[in-house]
């Protein structure tokens, strides 16, 4: 049984304990919790303090020096790790150092890193180059949860294939009726001032769920029907409250500011496994075209009456919107969904090993 060490960017034994206990979908895992049914054993590499490890790290990163070197510690842990057949990386950030190690022949460890953001970007990209080819030479598979960010890692670089990243399709209960209103919540790059100005002007009753540091000023110009709930930013709404609120709404939104990398995905699967329609900002890297499919609609970055006339159409046409998220929630069982996902990362661990 070959014994694959886990290395993530959070605590995934945390994780896989709610799973556990029915309070988080499973596609928080990347596929961990299916493993043994294909004879792969998992050794999860979590966080252990290391103050000497940790404090070299925070030195380094003051230098701000153009090659990142991962977590330390975690990294540590893996070299010391006895009978390892495979690392595997759900998160790009952790495991440079291995990489670059694996890469000059140092490691015999096979090194596979899911990518979640484009490799490289920025000012003086041309600079860091060097540095991304000898990490990427050095991962035996660099897969993606976006075809689109996959192609481009694949074209400079290889090594890259896109992957069906997708929700728990057990964890979520779909709820009777059309629902009422919008609402939208989220973490990462979400243009929240946009969605509240646009459903003050169309008058469509609107629920949005943020960090204390997505807190805006201009959140107070929002009409009557726009309500805002503001979390602390170390605590987010608990799932079984967020699945409350998704499953009374008419549609979900994900409104962003930002559209050049996988921004949204997780609500987008969420609406999906919840049998809910979206209303989104479009966003290339996103495998799953919502228009096309008839599940949802794309408003363009930035086009704050594109959205108040997304919200109108879904306000205005309760039938047309429950059709729209019965389409998406076929699509989680027929294929879109985290089983799916897991069975094709221990198909890259098969051609790896």
Request: hydrophobic content about 40%; aromatic content about 8%.
């Amino acid at each position: 049984m070959p014994k694959v060490l886990v290395v993530n960017n959070y605590p995934l034994a945390g994780v896989w304990q709610e799973v556990k206990n029915g309070q988080t979908p499973d596609q928080y895992l990347f596929g961990i919790n299916y493993f043994h049914e294909r004879n792969h054993k998992v050794e999860l590499i979590d966080f252990q303090a290391d103050p000497f490890l940790d404090n070299i790290e925070a030195v380094y990163r003051r230098l701000r020096l153009p090659i990142p070197i991962g977590n330390l510690e975690q990294q540590a842990h893996v070299l010391s790790a006895k009978d390892a057949d495979l690392i595997y990386s759900p998160c790009q950030t952790q495991t440079h150092l291995l990489a670059y190690m694996r890469a000059l022949g140092l490691l015999k460890t096979p090194l596979v890193c899911l990518a979640h953001q484009p490799l490289n970007t920025g000012r003086l990209a041309y600079l860091r180059e060097p540095i991304t080819k000898l990490m990427v030479s050095g991962c035996d598979s660099l897969p993606s949860i976006s075809r689109l960010l996959s192609a481009g890692i694949d074209k400079r670089y290889g090594k890259s294939i896109g992957l069906t990243w997708g929700p728990d399709k057990d964890f979520y209960h779909l709820h009777e009726g059309k629902g009422n209103g919008i609402v939208s919540a989220g973490r990462t790059g979400r243009d929240f001032n946009i969605l509240g100005k646009a459903a003050s002007k169309a008058n469509v009753q609107t629920h949005i769920v943020c960090l204390q540091s997505s807190k805006q000023p201009s959140f107070s110009e929002f009409s009557n029907c726009v309500k805002v709930t503001i979390r602390p930013d170390s605590k987010f709404m608990p799932y079984s409250e967020l699945m409350q609120l998704y499953g009374q709404a008419r549609a979900l939104a994900i409104p962003l500011y930002s559209n050049n990398h996988t921004n949204g995905i997780s609500s987008l699967i969420d609406a999906l496994a919840m049998g809910k329609p979206v209303v989104m900002t479009r966003n290339p890297y996103m495998d799953i075209d919502i228009e096309s499919l008839g599940i949802g609609r794309w408003v363009e970055l930035g086009d704050e009456d594109g959205w108040v006339e997304a919200l109108t159409f879904f306000d205005k046409n309760p039938d047309a919107a429950a059709e729209m998220g019965k389409r998406g929630r076929d699509l989680v069982d027929s294929g879109i969904n985290s089983q799916t996902f897991a069975n094709q990362v221990m198909d890259i661990f098969d051609k790896v090993l």
